[in-house]
């Protein structure tokens, strides 16, 4: 078997992996989200599906990955032989690319965002202002689909040039610069005339806005941020040597994106209440609160370009990701094919992108199942084929896979005890599938 490329040290993998993790799930989704399902109780679901979910299976991930050192289709088919669980790659590879499809949406308004920025015409403006030029910006076809197109560029350009080069050194600037910026970002935000409502707002848990969408939309945010369920982290372990610790990544993974989540957090909400602005204005929330905040900065709107290129990186580093689950699928570590699958795969993402893109604009009277087609491939997405992945991903592990095995794989790097094993492992056979389908089932009933 081909040896595969590999990442060059422990802290390439975790910022990489960190940066496939941290993107808009974090930063724009969360905010608006909880923004929708009443704040406090939505962030304490949430942190609770990441700790008893997403912690344990992003750790199953990982060993799936480096255990088979293959991409998301043949990783189970090496582990499991003659069976169908590789359909779990396939699921996964048709959930980034329509996950893709309206990321790259949202990628692309931050670069238009980024172009009105420089050249002028954010200066000086009131919210209402922001609010009215974001929604016209959006709504006009030829801008928001350029520059979607132009975020699909860049996403399949770095994927051509592979994982090492490309993907490991963007990531060691832009992770650590994301998180200076926010610091600075909260800081203004909390020190706002009428912040502490935002405070309440996120950290006091009212549970009589907790529906079984409520739950579904939480546990949907907790895979969704940690990109599980969909053979992201398989892809990205499969590069992962076999000195590297595994459950140590997977800690310091998994409170990077918490942290990132509070932070969002704490600089969306006390401005939204400071400001008098709406908490469920829904996915261009995040878009029309920060100009508002950098505007009350001293040089505000450089620190607001700083932002958007650091923005559109953890945006970046997480397409990129999206992009190379499918790739690695079809080239095969081939380099010519990579090339070339890369802009087949990157294109048809654009194409399929289209609708979402014209939901703001033209298309945004029409609906489907109550929902605009943005709205509907988030929901699929996050709702529907993660917690599926997730599940399938789970009982894979914990019945396809030796267990003896999976210590080994486990322990190798990080000397893990059997106990802490065993706790995992118990985790993940029980907790994690019976949670997941009691949550779908949940929703169904309702
Ligand atoms: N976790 C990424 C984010 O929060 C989204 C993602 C999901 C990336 C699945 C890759 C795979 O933005």
């Known amino acids: 078997m081909k040896q595969q490329e590999q990442f060059s040290s422990r802290l390439g993998f975790i910022l990489s992996a960190a940066g496939a993790a941290i993107g808009l799930g974090a930063i724009w989704k969360f905010p ?26 992003l750790l199953a991930e990982f060993s799936i990955g480096r255990t088979a050192q293959q991409n998301a289709v043949r990783s189970f088919q090496i582990i499991a032989p003659g069976t169908k669980w590789y359909l779990i790659g396939i699921l996964g590879m048709i959930s980034v690319f329509v996950l893709l499809s309206f990321y790259s949406v949202v990628g692309g ?3 238009t965002y980024f172009w009105k920025m420089i050249t002028g015409q954010l200066n ?13 910006t959006i709504a006009n076809p030829a801008i928001s689909l350029g520059a979607q197109l132009f975020f699909m560029i860049i996403t399949i350009i770095v994927i051509t ?4 080069n490309g993907i490991e050194q963007a990531n060691k600037i832009m992770m650590p610069a994301l998180a200076i910026l ?25 549970f009589s806005k907790v529906t079984a969408h409520t739950v579904l939309d939480a546990m949907g ?56 602005m709406e908490p469920d204005a829904g996915p261009t929330l995040l878009f029309n609160v920060l100009p508002t905040i950098f505007s009350q900065m001293p040089a505000g709107m450089l620190f607001f370009a700083v932002f958007l290129i650091v923005f559109l990186f953890a ?48 298309l945004s009277d029409v609906s489907l199942f109550g929902k ?12 529907v084929f993660m917690p599926t992945g997730a599940l399938l991903i789970s009982i894979f592990i914990s019945f396809k896979m030796k267990k003896s095995a999976l210590y080994e794989e486990i322990k190798s790097g990080s000397n893990l005890r059997f106990s802490v094993f065993q706790a995992w492992f118990f985790l993940i056979r029980y907790i994690v599938p019976v949670l997941i389908i009691l949550v779908m089932l949940d929703v169904i009933k309702g």
Do not use: C, H
């Open 32 to 57: 608006y989200i909880a923004g929708e399902n009443g704040g406090g109780a939505f962030l304490l679901l949430f942190l609770i599906f990441t700790m008893i979910l997403g912690l344990p299976l």
């Open 161 to 164: 040039r592979g994982v090492q």
């Open 315 to 362: 945006t970046l580093t997480s397409a990129f990701s999206m992009l190379e689950i499918i790739v690695a699928v079809l080239s095969r570590g081939n380099k010519r094919k990579r090339k070339q699958w890369a802009w087949i795969i990157g294109f048809a993402i654009f194409l399929f992108g289209i609708p979402s893109s014209l939901s703001f604009g033209l």
């Open 109 to 111: 308004w931050i670069i």
């Open 221 to 276: 945010q907790s895979f969704f941020t940690l990109s599980l369920g969909v053979s992201a982290m398989i892809t990205y372990s499969s590069y992962l040597p076999k000195d590297q610790n595994m459950p140590k990544s997977a800690v310091s993974i998994v409170a990077m994106n918490i942290m990132v989540v509070l932070l969002a957090g704490l600089v969306i909400f006390p401005a939204v209440f400071a400001f008098g």
């Open 372 to 383: 605009s087609w943005f709205d509907l491939a988030d929901y699929m997405v996050s709702n």
């Open 182 to 206: 926010f610091i600075i970002l909260v800081i203004r935000s909390v020190t706002l005339d009428g912040a502490s409502a935002g405070f309440s707002f996120l950290f006091y848990p009212d």
């Open 124 to 136: 000086g403006l009131t919210e209402p202002e922001y609010a009215e030029i974001f929604a016209s």
